[in-house]
C-alpha cells in the first residue's frame, strides 16, 4: 500500500446531500487509519465548524491532524496547537472590503473565534455559514478590525450576483490573493501562498512522507490545489467539471458514498 496520507474536503465530498457521513465513509475512513494512513480533513471551515466530524470519526488522537481555512491554518486536532499558520493582514481586509462595497456584496472576515462582518444588514449566506461551521458572527467596523488576526475573507450572494461580481474583480487583486469558489454562494480569499495544496507539502514534508504518497479527494474549485500536488486526485462525480479534467481518477458522488470508494479501490484494495 503506498499511500499514507488521504486529504478529504467536506462539503461535498465527505458529506452526503444531507450533511451526514455516512456508514459506508465512516467504516472506511476507519479501516484506512487502522491501517496506518493518515486522514486529514482539508476544509475551508474554521476548527469550530469541524470539531463534531472529527470527533465523529476519530480523528482526535496524537498524531491526527486538520487543515482548515483552505490551508490557513493547520492543526493538531487532540491538543489544537497550531502548525501551520498564515492570515491576511488588515491592508488586505481593508483592500478586500472597500471592493466588497464596491460590488454591492456581502462580506464576512474568518477568525479563529468567529465571522467578522461589517455590513451593518448581515447576509444571509454570513448567518447560513455561520450555522453551518457553529460559528459566532460579530459586527465589527472596518476600523475595528484593525487589532484582529484574520485567516480569511468570503465574498457571498446568490450565486448569478456572486458570478457577476467576480468577473469585476481586478486581475491585479486574483494575482495576489487565491480567490476560489468553494460553493456556489461563497467566494474564498486567502494569501497567495496559503492554499490546501501548500498546506498539504508543508504536513507530509513534516511528517517525513513524499507526495506520491499521499491522496486527495474534493469536488470543487478550493480542492484544485490539494489534487494539483497530491500522487492521486481524487474527484467526486458530483465535483466541478473543470475538476474533474485533473483527476487520476473520478469516484463515485457524495450520495453513493464515493469517499469509501475512493479509499477502498485506490487504498485499501
Known amino acids: 500500500?503506498?499511500?499514507?496520507?488521504?486529504?478529504?474536503?467536506i462539503d461535498g465530498t465527505l458529506l452526503n446531500s444531507k450533511h451526514e457521513i455516512?456508514?459506508?465513509v465512516y467504516q472506511a475512513i476507519q479501516d484506512a487509519k487502522q491501517a496506518g494512513v493518515k486522514i486529514v480533513i482539508a476544509t475551508g471551515r474554521p476548527i469550530s465548524g469541524v470539531k463534531r466530524i472529527l470527533s465523529q470519526l476519530n480523528l482526535l488522537d496524537k498524531g491526527d491532524y486538520v487543515i482548515t481555512f483552505n490551508g490557513g491554518l493547520v492543526q493538531e486536532t487532540a491538543t489544537e496547537n497550531d502548525v501551520i499558520k498564515e492570515g491576511l493582514s488588515y491592508e488586505d481586509y481593508l483592500e478586500w472590503e472597500y471592493l466588497s462595497r464596491q460590488l454591492e456584496l456581502p462580506m464576512h472576515a474568518s477568525l479563529k473565534d468567529g465571522l467578522y462582518t461589517s455590513n451593518r444588514n448581515i447576509g444571509k449566506y454570513t448567518i447560513y455559514e455561520a450555522q453551518l461551521v457553529d460559528s459566532p458572527v460579530f459586527y465589527r467596523t472596518p476600523e475595528e478590525m484593525a487589532d484582529k488576526d484574520i485567516i480569511k475573507m468570503m465574498l457571498v450572494d446568490e450565486p448569478e450576483k456572486l458570478d457577476a461580481a467576480i468577473a469585476q474583480i481586478p486581475v491585479a487583486l486574483t494575482k495576489r490573493f487565491n480567490v476560489a469558489k468553494s460553493a456556489p454562494f461563497y467566494l474564498e480569499i486567502t494569501p497567495k501562498?496559503?492554499?490546501?495544496?501548500?498546506a498539504i507539502k508543508q504536513l507530509s514534508a513534516l511528517l517525513g512522507l513524499t507526495l506520491d504518497q499521499t491522496m486527495a479527494i474534493g469536488d470543487q474549485e478550493n480542492d484544485?490545489?490539494?489534487l494539483e500536488v497530491v500522487g492521486t486526485a481524487v474527484v467526486m462525480e458530483n465535483g466541478s467539471p473543470d475538476i474533474k479534467k485533473i483527476a487520476t481518477h473520478i469516484t463515485k458522488s457524495n450520495d453513493e458514498h464515493g469517499v469509501a470508494h475512493a479509499i477502498r479501490e485506490w487504498v485499501l484494495n
Open 1 to 9: 500500500m503506498n499511500i499514507k496520507l488521504i486529504a478529504i474536503d
Open 193 to 198: 501562498t496559503v492554499n490546501k495544496g501548500e
Open 224 to 226: 484544485r490545489s490539494m
Open 22 to 24: 455516512t456508514p459506508e
